[in-house]
């Protein structure tokens, strides 16, 4: 077939849905997931989001590494993490039930060895609610601290899918994320658009090391080069 929806769901957020196609010009199958009129993922662009997850786990030293991420999607970004074999345990928190659901179920490609992973363990629930809770990221060890803490959710801090995301990116918001993290710790955070230096900045008053790192990789539909911006930050010591 040259295209099949998979699935189609109304959530909180509106309607989700799953759905696959061949693509002729590039001879492959392409998963892409939309909610409500925009896209969120498409597995044509995947490099940026994979590189989020193996930079972040790259700056950490040491072995039996504690990993949370804040978004799953097509599951690139706990693919990566979970690529290195020092990462000990990961936490995948992703608002949108039916998406744990689609990995579950393997009806996307990184689904199978996501939930087969002893590892890695998925968790419903509002990322941005949680990281100002005082339970914290994991329902089963509240107050829970992580080596490294990745996020793919917005489009960027600028683009969020939704108003109650925007105080995430404010500097309320992430000292709440770097209390999340032990001493030392890694935040990593995904964005669409070109590094923005006063969001940097902001990054600045509560972590050390700040970066933002742009990521390129070919855009086949266009026929040039795309780019989006990983920002890696560390916790204090």
């Not at 590892?119 to 080596?147: K, N, T, W």
């Not at 992430?174 to 990593?188: C, E």
Request: with cysteine; aromatic share 8%.
């Amino acid at each position: 077939m040259r295209f099949q929806e998979l699935d189609w769901q109304q959530t909180p957020m509106g309607e989700l849905s799953l759905r696959v196609r061949r693509d002729p010009a590039l001879d492959r199958e392409v998963h892409e997931i939309k909610l409500n009129d925009e896209f969120l993922m498409s597995s044509l662009f995947t490099v940026s989001e994979t590189e989020l997850g193996r930079r972040a786990v790259t700056r950490l030293d040491g072995t039996d590494l504690d990993v949370a991420v804040g978004g799953l999607g097509l599951g690139c970004t706990a693919a990566a993490v979970l690529d290195d074999d020092r990462v000990r345990s990961l936490v995948v928190v992703e608002a949108l039930a039916p998406v744990i659901d689609w990995h579950e179920r393997a009806l996307l490609p990184a689904g199978g060895t996501l939930a087969a992973d002893p590892r890695c363990r998925f968790v419903h629930g509002d990322f941005f609610a949680m990281v100002a809770s005082e339970q914290g990221l994991d329902p089963q060890e509240p107050g829970r601290r992580f080596d490294a803490v990745v996020v793919d959710i917005d489009h960027s801090p600028r683009h969020v899918l939704h108003e109650s995301h925007t105080g995430f990116y404010f500097p309320e918001g992430l000292a709440a994320l770097r209390d999340r993290l032990r001493p030392g710790g890694v935040f990593a955070l995904w964005s669409d658009d070109r590094p923005d230096d006063e969001f940097t900045a902001t990054l600045g008053e509560q972590f050390t090391g700040v970066t933002a790192e742009v990521v390129t990789f070919d855009n086949p539909l266009l026929r040039r080069e795309a780019s989006s911006t990983v920002y890696l930050a560390r916790a204090p010591r």
